[in-house]
């Protein structure tokens, strides 16, 4: 059983940035694919960006392209986010998530392991 804590959620204004990062308990941390999706009031939960048990490939939804940067250190257990040029439209809870083969990385169907969240919002 794999555990997933985030931090580093938040307020920012438009413009600004925030880093995200998740914690893992598992100690085959590095075999594992870890993404990052959000869910917004009312939406469905949607991808962000997932990077493959090495690190090696990593794939970012169109929307945060050029903004978000996904980054593991698997010495450590973490997955990280850094969320730079942050807009309104970025305000949701952001979620960790891990599988140890998921077929697809930005599909959330493929992930077993899940965080309980942590909110950001986006100010104008």
């Known amino acids: 059983q794999v555990q997933l804590v985030e931090s580093g959620g938040g307020l920012a204004q438009a413009g600004g940035s925030l880093r995200l990062a998740c914690a893992a308990s598992e100690r085959t941390f590095s075999t594992y694919a870890m993404a990052w999706f959000r869910q917004a009031p009312g939406k469905e939960r949607e991808f962000v960006a997932a990077t493959s048990w090495g690190g090696r490939n990593t794939v970012y939804a169109d929307s945060v392209k050029g903004r978000f940067t996904i980054s593991r250190d698997n010495a450590k257990n973490t997955v990280n986010l850094q969320m730079d040029s942050l807009k309104p439209d970025d305000t949701a809870v952001y979620y960790c998530?891990?599988?140890?083969?998921?077929?697809?990385?930005?599909?959330?169907?493929?992930?077993?392991?899940w965080g309980q969240g942590t909110q950001v919002t986006v100010s104008s």
């Open positions: 998530a891990a599988d140890n083969s998921p077929r697809t990385l930005g599909s959330p169907y493929e992930y077993d392991y």
